[in-house]
């Protein structure tokens, strides 16, 4: 990646932040994390990823809502960034949080149980 397209990422990431906190309104939006964009060298294209937290419902309804509403993010980069054409925006959700859980958890299975076991009642772990 060139300094270009990272910076780009950069500005698209904390524009797009701003905008789910401040300025979206759709109730279908749950709690929504830019985690990284990720800019095409043509800058035709960028890739939105998203890490969602709640139940699986949740996480669809938001990232149902964020897709429905790429066409208006889109218009509100292109008014806050001094770029002659907006990328395109695909929205996918980052399940790299749930894929680390899902690693730790069979870690702790084969090394035999959790690294910080809770103590029962008597004290004992």
């Known amino acids: ?15 797009l932040m701003d905008l789910l906190q401040r300025e979206m309104k759709d109730p279908r939006l749950g709690f929504a994390t830019i985690t990284r964009v990720e800019t095409a060298p043509d800058l035709g294209h960028a890739r939105v990823w998203v890490s969602v937290l709640g139940t699986d419902r949740e996480r669809e309804r938001t990232m149902g809502a964020l897709r429905v509403a790429t066409p208006w993010l889109r218009r509100k980069l292109g008014e806050r960034l001094s770029l002659r054409h907006v990328p395109e ?36 772990p």
Request: charged letters at 35%.
């Open 1 to 15: 990646m060139s300094q270009r397209t990272d910076r780009l990422d950069s500005q698209i990431r904390q524009e």
């Open 89 to 124: 925006l695909t929205v996918r959700e980052d399940d790299s949080t749930a894929s680390g859980d899902r690693v730790l958890r069979i870690l702790q299975e084969l090394d035999g149980g959790p690294t910080n076991p809770v103590p029962d009642e008597a004290g004992e």
